[in-house]
């Protein structure tokens, strides 16, 4: 699934190609992409049609837009989560539609672009889903909100990257919870945005295992724990994010290349860059940790 670098990612496409432009028409071509917008496709095509998208936000992995007439405060906002498998694209109107299109949004600017400055012009908005597992929705936007918060989505935390994010009272949490490092990381109530790719790398820079209790980390080690999470997401971001097959890419269909830099994750056997030893891979929650077991030593038992 794609974490908050692969989803920053979109949003600024969103934010380069969307963003001020308004609605000419919504076509839903599968009824799971709209599955959480309860009063159905038709609604969540007529209340978008001929309204102006705000400016494209992110909290964790969700996407949104906010809606509105032009000058409007915006009462409502388009939220996007990309599942497994889910694509938002920008493409030329009239290119040939992919094999899983599922929404098509159509803007009032459809002729083609004259000079840079409306090089969005003859483009629409697609969204892709192969799995159907993620999806376009409506929702009311937290009351007085600067960003248009959809209210649905407003107990995820804010993501390490946001100025707004609490490192104190991200390490008193983790004091006060009887968890462990990486589900605590991987917990959007504590912390958002952080999936189990980019929890590996910075676990392994911070030299912690992944089931080390939480209430054991002391402020600095919290500290270099944060640093590490926010040096790893933006080195990502800087190459586009993590792909590791075509579904993961950008707005233009561009995949990143942040899996040629990884540290831990996905490298069972191969030695750690650090200290030689082979990495590796052990099943966790559904999923697989992968860690060096001489840098990143297991806790010893209670």
């Not at 493409?91 to 083609?112: N, S």
Request: hydrophobic share 35%.
């Amino acid at each position: 699934m794609p974490e908050l670098p692969e989803v920053e990612v979109v949003r600024r496409g969103l934010e380069r190609w969307v963003s001020g432009r308004t609605v000419a028409g919504v076509e839903v071509l599968h009824p799971r992409a709209v599955r959480r917008h309860p009063a159905g496709a038709r609604d969540f095509a007529d209340r978008l049609t001929g309204h102006r998208l705000g400016p494209a936000r992110r909290r964790g992995k969700y996407l949104w837009l906010p809606v509105g007439h032009s000058g409007d405060t915006p009462g409502q906002a388009v939220l996007a989560h990309l599942g497994m498998s889910g694509q938002l694209l920008v493409q030329p109107h009239g290119a040939p539609d992919e094999k899983h299109l599922r929404v098509r949004v159509r803007f009032t600017d459809t002729e083609a672009p004259v000079s840079a400055a409306d090089e969005a012009a003859g483009t629409e908005l697609r969204f892709v889903d192969q799995r159907t597992f993620g999806g376009l929705s409506l929702h009311d936007c937290v009351p007085d909100d600067p960003e248009g918060l959809p209210g649905v989505i407003a107990h995820i935390a804010r993501d390490p990257l946001d100025p707004a994010f609490d490192d104190a009272a991200f390490h008193s949490a983790l004091r006060h919870r009887r968890t462990t490092v990486k589900r605590a990381l991987l917990d959007q109530s504590l912390i958002s945005g952080v999936g189990n790719i980019y929890a590996d790398e910075a676990l392994w820079r911070t030299r912690l295992h992944y089931e080390r209790p939480t209430a054991t980390l002391t402020r600095p080690r919290t500290a270099e724990l944060l640093t590490h999470v926010r040096e790893v997401m933006r080195e990502a971001l800087a190459v586009g994010g993590t792909s590791f097959d075509s579904l993961y890419v950008d707005v233009n269909g561009e995949s990143g290349y942040f899996d040629r830099s990884l540290d831990a994750y996905g490298r069972e056997d191969e030695p750690c860059r650090r200290c030689g030893t082979a990495i590796r891979r052990r099943p966790w929650m559904n999923r697989s940790s992968y860690f060096c077991p001489r840098c990143q030593r297991p806790p010893r038992p209670a």
